[in-house]
């Protein structure tokens, strides 16, 4: 029985056309012993197909870890030194209105009237045709309060006092 020779063929996925050819052993001559040439050999191949993949993942480690060290020595510099002092919008709006409510003139600033007849209105509508809605739908809903609004209006124009000249 003439002796078969099997070799068995890895392809690394970096460089396709690279190959690299493993002489496969029958497995009954592999000994203990040779275990430790097979693992040797498994080594250098591993090394082979993989070791500038991990020689770049390594550079890019350390590149990384030395970005790191940087940011982190930017950072405790920054955190030493006390931050300049700086109003915020807050504080510069409450001395605005500080000063205005000294003049007497912060309704008009901060929009007093405008709000007070916005809850007004909400009142009477509420007053008027009471708070709650009949409609189930969302469309029918807003339909019924549109018709409320427009009626209040209505009302409202009506009793206003008719303005002309007195010549």
């Known amino acids: ?51 500038s993949r991990i020689e770049a993942l390594e550079s890019r480690l350390r590149q990384s870890l030395r970005q790191n060290d940087q940011l982190r020595s930017e950072i405790t510099k920054l955190s030493q030194t006390p931050p300049p002092e700086v109003k915020t919008a807050a504080a510069t709006e409450k001395d605005e209105l500080d000063a205005l409510v000294e003049q007497g003139r912060w309704k008009e600033a901060v929009g007093y009237q405008r709000r007070s007849m916005a809850e007004n209105a909400f009142f009477r509508l509420k007053t008027i045709f009471s708070d709650k809605v009949r409609s189930r739908t969302l469309t029918r809903q807003r339909t019924e309060l549109l018709l409320r609004c427009r009626a209040l209006n209505l009302m409202t124009m009506l009793g206003m006092p008719d303005a002309y000249v007195v010549a």
Request: aromatic content about 4%.
């Open 1 to 51: 029985m003439p002796e078969e020779k099997r070799e068995v063929v890895v392809e690394d996925d970096t460089t396709p056309d690279e190959q690299v050819v493993i002489p496969a052993k029958p497995e009954e001559q592999i000994q203990l012993s040779d275990a430790e040439k097979v693992a040797a050999q498994v080594r250098e191949d591993f090394d082979k197909l993989y070791g």
